[in-house]
C-alpha cells in the first residue's frame, strides 16, 4: 500500500509548466538560467522569460523557436499560451 503522499507527489512532478518567467537579480546568473531556461523549453514549456534587470534585456524562450533577445520592452504579450495577460515593465527599468 502507497502512502497518499507519495500518490501526491507523483502527480505533482509530473505537471509541466506551460510558461515561466524568472527575474535574474544577479548578472553572473545569467548564462546558468540560459541553459536552464532552454532545457525547459526542450521540455514541454511552450513560453518563458528571463528578465535582467541589470542589463535591461529580456530573453524569450518558445517552444520550437530561437531565443530572442529583447532590449528594455515597455511590455511583454502571454502570446497565445496565456491570451490577454501584458506584462508591464516600465516601472522594472526605472
Not at 27 to 46: D, E, L, M
Amino acid at each position: 500500500m502507497r502512502c497518499t503522499y507519495c500518490r501526491t507527489k507523483t502527480k505533482i512532478s509530473s505537471h509541466r509548466p506551460r510558461f515561466f518567467i524568472r527575474v535574474n537579480v544577479a548578472h553572473r546568473q545569467s548564462q546558468r538560467y540560459s541553459r536552464k531556461n532552454a532545457r525547459n523549453i526542450n521540455n514541454q514549456v511552450k513560453l518563458g522569460w528571463l528578465i535582467d534587470r541589470k542589463t535591461c534585456r529580456v530573453e524569450i524562450y518558445r517552444q520550437g523557436q530561437e531565443q530572442e533577445v529583447v532590449e528594455s520592452p515597455a511590455e511583454l504579450s502571454g502570446e497565445d499560451i496565456l491570451p490577454g495577460f501584458v506584462l508591464n515593465l516600465q516601472a522594472l527599468w526605472a
